[in-house]
């Protein structure tokens, strides 16, 4: 009956013709039931229960509801409610296993609520509780995810791919020996893996220990010594050591044995990333466009289209502000809903690049409000870099740091934020802490030669010529065959010039 006069109690309620004929409308007995003894039943059951508070008497109505259509799933989901709040949970399990069978039955949001009571009640799956660990980690609260993981291994203290799991997250959290432990753990059980040997290999390498890094890796190259992806590791640490040339043998040597577009991809990012950090950035736009096209070859449109948000920054730094917009302009056009909320992405990459400080802080307010909308609650650090970059621009350096040591929290394995500090502090006048920061930096990428222009900058202000100088050089030798236009080797050759020319 309620289904025979919906339509027309909404036409005398002058509801919008187009409302009427667009918005989804199923009928009642599809949501609840055809059955009008199991109707009944469940009718008396919630008078039981919100009018009386009589859990026993409501039960009992929903079990002859379920009883006579054992297909209802809204009354299933109910009575498994019921029992557990009758402390009869195992009592539940049948009627939740049944509402999830015809879970098809309910309207969407009470379908999550069936499937979250139902994983409730499945406290040995596995699957679910490390589908929940990665949505956790997802959404950053990285304690419960850590927690689910533990639980899987008193479930099943076999599963020992989960090892792993909690070691990265451990590094994730700066707790660098806790992530050894679970490392090494699965490495015991699987010394034939060469993720064994990567996984602290890459531990040893974001904290600095380079030659135990090398030392893994090479581990990992003798099970399998054509894996080009370990012979790119050992290329970027040649290039974190200031082995240059040994750094491009590596990556010749990776590129000539790579037989598919993910190895020669793996290359081709390896080689942006040298000629990055050198400063010659033609170069690298080379590679990245070489990247894209192995990328295009295996990974989904979305994730291709995404990744050409990370080249909009350099375009910007090589003086091809043209081309930025160009190609943002291109992933605006073929992103489709939702995943068009991320083109603000794009905007702040390129507004931070031109220093543009207001324009970027227009696009940072739209990208946080797609994290809260989305609570892509992972993209955090990128928000808090980008905040602080605004704070710097404007020369409101304490705000920036405020932001740095935010991200710091969220990123401890993330070397450049030391580097980022330490600019802020040097910019106050606190030369001593900038340059504990700049040296935490360099104790991690040795001939990072941002940092090294930094803290000659630090030494200069403190007198200290021999130092700056030093520093100095060390920053224009790994610039050595930077691009013309590369701005940031022009300053460092002013500044030595300055020196120079002073003594």
């Given at each position: 009956m309620i289904d025979s006069v919906s339509v027309g109690l909404k036409r005398d309620l002058e509801v919008p013709a187009r409302h009427i004929e667009q918005a989804q409308d199923l009928p009642v007995q599809e949501i609840q039931t055809t059955s009008l003894s199991a109707f009944r039943s469940a009718v008396e059951g919630y008078t039981a229960l919100v009018l009386d508070s009589d859990w026993q008497n409501a039960a009992r109505h929903f079990e002859n509801a379920v009883a006579d259509d054992p297909t209802y799933a809204s009354a299933q989901h109910t009575l498994f409610q019921v029992y557990l709040y009758l402390n009869r949970a195992q009592d539940g399990i049948a009627p939740i296993q049944a509402a999830m069978e015809h879970i098809?039955?309910?309207?969407?949001?009470?379908?999550?609520?069936?499937?979250?009571?139902?994983?409730?009640?499945?406290?040995?799956?596995?699957?679910?509780?490390?589908?929940?660990?990665?949505?956790?980690?997802?959404?950053d609260k990285r304690d419960e995810a850590i927690a689910q993981y533990m639980k899987i291994l008193e479930i099943d203290p076999e599963q020992y791919d989960y090892l792993r799991e909690i070691g990265a997250v451990y590094e994730s959290r700066g707790e660098f020996e806790e992530a050894l432990e679970y490392y090494t753990a699965y490495a015991e059980q699987f010394p034939d893996d060469r993720a064994s040997f990567t996984t602290i290999g890459d531990l040893h390498r974001n904290i600095g220990n380079?030659?135990?890094?090398?030392?893994?890796?090479?581990?990992?190259?003798?099970?399998?010594?054509?894996?080009v992806g370990v012979m790119v590791q050992l290329a970027a640490i040649e290039n974190d050591l200031g082995a240059y040339d040994r750094a491009l043998e590596q990556c010749e040597e990776a590129l000539a044995v790579?037989?598919?577009?993910?190895?020669?991809?793996?290359?081709?990012?390896?080689?942006?990333?040298?000629?990055?950090?050198?400063?010659?950035?033609?170069?690298?736009?080379?590679?990245?466009?070489?990247?894209?096209?192995?990328?295009?070859?295996?990974?989904?449109?979305?994730?291709?289209?995404?990744?050409?948000?990370?080249?909009?920054?350099?375009?910007?730094?090589?003086?091809?502000?043209?081309?930025?917009?160009?190609?943002?302009?291109?992933?605006?056009?073929?992103?489709?809903?939702?995943?068009d909320a991320f083109f603000p992405m794009g905007e702040l990459r390129i507004y931070l690049a031109l220093e543009?400080?207001?324009?970027?802080?227009?696009?940072?307010?739209?990208?946080?409000?797609?994290?809260?909308?989305?609570?892509?609650?992972?993209?955090q650090p990128t928000v808090l870099r980008a905040r602080g970059r605004i704070h710097e621009m404007r020369g409101e350096y304490e705000e920036a740091i405020l932001a740095y040591e935010e991200e710091l929290e969220l990123q401890p394995t993330d070397e450049a934020i030391h580097e980022l500090l330490g600019r802020c502090y040097r910019e106050l006048g606190d030369l001593d802490e900038a340059q504990a920061q700049l040296s935490q930096t360099?104790?991690?990428?040795?001939?990072?030669?941002?940092?090294?222009?930094?803290?000659?900058?630090?030494?200069?202000?403190?007198?200290?010529?021999?130092?700056?100088?030093?520093?100095?050089?060390?920053a224009l030798d790994v610039w050595s065959e930077a691009d013309p236009a590369f701005t940031p080797a022009q300053r460092a050759r002013a500044k030595l010039e300055e020196l120079m020319s002073a003594r």
């Open positions: 098809y039955r309910l309207p969407e949001r009470e379908q999550f609520e069936v499937k979250s009571d139902y994983y409730f009640t499945r406290q040995d799956d596995i699957e679910g509780r490390a589908a929940l660990a990665q949505l956790l980690i997802y959404q380079h030659e135990q890094a090398r030392e893994y890796y090479e581990k990992a190259l003798l099970l399998d010594p054509d894996d790579a037989k598919t577009p993910q190895g020669r991809m793996a290359v081709y990012e390896g080689l942006r990333t040298y000629y990055e950090s050198r400063g010659q950035l033609e170069r690298a736009i080379e590679y990245i466009h070489l990247a894209q096209i192995e990328r295009e070859a295996f990974a989904p449109p979305l994730l291709v289209l995404m990744t050409r948000f990370r080249t909009l920054g350099t375009y910007v730094e090589a003086g091809h502000e043209n081309r930025a917009y160009e190609t943002l302009e291109t992933v605006r056009s073929e992103l489709a809903p939702p995943w543009e400080p207001d324009s970027a802080e227009r696009a940072l307010e739209d990208v946080v409000s797609m994290v809260q909308t989305f609570s892509y609650n992972f993209l360099l104790s991690i990428r040795p001939y990072d030669a941002t940092a090294h222009y930094e803290l000659a900058l630090v030494y200069s202000a403190m007198g200290d010529t021999d130092k700056a100088l030093e520093h100095l050089r060390t």
